[in-house]
Protein backbone atom coordinates (compact mmCIF):
# COMPACT_ATOMS: atom_id res chain seq x y z
CA UNK A 1 0.00 0.00 0.00
CA UNK A 2 1.54 2.89 -1.23
CA UNK A 3 2.14 6.46 1.38
CA UNK A 4 0.65 9.22 0.61
CA UNK A 5 1.98 12.68 1.60
CA UNK A 6 0.51 16.00 1.98
CA UNK A 7 2.13 19.85 2.20
CA UNK A 8 5.77 17.87 1.45
CA UNK A 9 8.59 20.01 2.21
CA UNK A 10 12.28 19.59 2.02
CA UNK A 11 12.36 18.70 5.50
CA UNK A 12 8.88 16.54 6.44
CA UNK A 13 5.75 16.39 5.47
CA UNK A 14 2.80 17.55 7.78
CA UNK A 15 0.56 14.62 6.97
CA UNK A 16 1.42 10.74 5.99
CA UNK A 17 -1.37 8.22 5.53
CA UNK A 18 -0.44 4.71 5.48
CA UNK A 19 -3.40 1.62 5.87
CA UNK A 20 -5.43 3.82 6.93
CA UNK A 21 -3.54 5.62 9.50
CA UNK A 22 -3.01 9.00 9.36
CA UNK A 23 0.46 10.68 11.13
CA UNK A 24 0.88 14.24 11.63
CA UNK A 25 4.10 16.04 11.90
CA UNK A 26 4.45 18.14 15.41
CA UNK A 27 2.02 20.97 14.99
CA UNK A 28 3.14 24.15 17.04
CA UNK A 29 1.36 27.73 16.75
CA UNK A 30 2.34 29.93 14.30
CA UNK A 31 2.04 33.22 16.70
CA UNK A 32 4.07 32.67 19.90
CA UNK A 33 2.87 35.85 21.15
CA UNK A 34 0.02 33.60 22.73
CA UNK A 35 0.51 32.43 26.35
CA UNK A 36 -0.17 28.41 26.88
CA UNK A 37 -3.48 28.54 26.31
CA UNK A 38 -3.90 30.38 22.82
CA UNK A 39 -0.71 28.02 21.59
CA UNK A 40 -2.88 25.21 22.35
CA UNK A 41 -5.85 26.19 20.90
CA UNK A 42 -4.06 26.98 18.08
CA UNK A 43 -2.33 24.15 17.32
CA UNK A 44 -5.80 22.12 18.19
CA UNK A 45 -7.00 24.34 15.45
CA UNK A 46 -4.30 23.33 13.23
CA UNK A 47 -4.91 19.75 14.49
CA UNK A 48 -8.33 19.78 13.33
CA UNK A 49 -7.77 20.77 9.55
CA UNK A 50 -5.35 18.92 8.98
CA UNK A 51 -7.00 15.47 10.05
CA UNK A 52 -9.90 16.75 7.83
CA UNK A 53 -7.74 17.31 4.91
CA UNK A 54 -6.53 14.05 5.56
CA UNK A 55 -10.32 12.30 6.17
CA UNK A 56 -10.98 12.02 9.79
CA UNK A 57 -11.75 14.08 12.74
CA UNK A 58 -10.73 14.18 16.82
CA UNK A 59 -12.96 11.10 17.62
CA UNK A 60 -10.22 9.02 15.55
CA UNK A 61 -7.43 9.88 17.32
CA UNK A 62 -5.29 6.85 18.45
CA UNK A 63 -1.98 7.75 20.21
CA UNK A 64 -0.99 11.61 21.49
CA UNK A 65 2.18 12.84 22.45
CA UNK A 66 2.35 16.55 23.82
CA UNK A 67 5.50 18.42 24.53
CA UNK A 68 6.01 21.40 26.56
CA UNK A 69 8.62 24.22 26.72
CA UNK A 70 7.69 23.95 30.94
CA UNK A 71 5.45 21.42 33.10
CA UNK A 72 3.79 25.02 34.97
CA UNK A 73 1.85 25.42 31.71
CA UNK A 74 0.10 21.38 32.30
CA UNK A 75 -2.46 22.41 34.22
CA UNK A 76 -3.87 25.79 31.44
CA UNK A 77 -2.53 23.47 28.53
CA UNK A 78 -4.86 20.57 29.67
CA UNK A 79 -8.13 23.26 30.29
CA UNK A 80 -7.56 24.04 26.50
CA UNK A 81 -7.44 20.12 25.69
CA UNK A 82 -10.18 19.20 28.02
CA UNK A 83 -12.71 22.05 26.34
CA UNK A 84 -11.46 20.10 22.72
CA UNK A 85 -11.35 16.54 23.02
CA UNK A 86 -14.60 14.48 21.67
CA UNK A 87 -15.81 13.15 24.56
CA UNK A 88 -16.06 9.54 25.41
CA UNK A 89 -12.88 9.37 22.38
CA UNK A 90 -10.19 10.44 24.92
CA UNK A 91 -6.66 8.83 23.17
CA UNK A 92 -3.53 7.40 24.92
CA UNK A 93 -1.91 10.56 25.82
CA UNK A 94 1.76 11.59 26.74
CA UNK A 95 2.54 14.16 27.99
CA UNK A 96 7.09 15.51 28.38
CA UNK A 97 8.66 18.37 29.52
CA UNK A 98 10.89 19.11 26.46
CA UNK A 99 13.67 21.95 25.09
CA UNK A 100 11.49 23.10 21.92
CA UNK A 101 13.53 23.44 18.67
CA UNK A 102 11.56 27.29 18.89
CA UNK A 103 11.99 28.59 22.30
CA UNK A 104 8.70 30.85 21.89
CA UNK A 105 6.81 27.81 21.25
CA UNK A 106 5.19 26.43 24.34
CA UNK A 107 3.98 23.10 23.30
CA UNK A 108 3.80 20.96 20.34
CA UNK A 109 1.37 18.33 19.62
CA UNK A 110 1.93 14.92 17.52
CA UNK A 111 -1.02 12.76 16.36
CA UNK A 112 -1.74 9.49 14.92
CA UNK A 113 -5.28 8.93 14.05
CA UNK A 114 -7.58 7.11 12.01
CA UNK A 115 -8.91 7.45 8.51
CA UNK A 116 -12.72 7.64 9.15
CA UNK A 117 -14.36 4.70 7.58
Same mark, same amino acid.
Given at each position: /? ?5 ? $?? #?????? %???? =??? !?? %???? *? ?7 ? =? ?5 ? =? ?7 ? &? ?11 ? !???? /????? %? /?????? /??? *?? =? ?6 ? $????? %??? #????? $???? &?????
Amino acid at each position: /MAVIRHH $VG #ARLSEI %AIHN =GTI !YL %AGQI *AEDTDQDIT =GQTREVL =GHIDRLLEE &AGSDKTQLLSVQI !YLSD /MANFA %A /MNAAWD /MWV *AE =GNAPPRAT $VESKL %ANP #ACLVE $VVIV &AAVRS
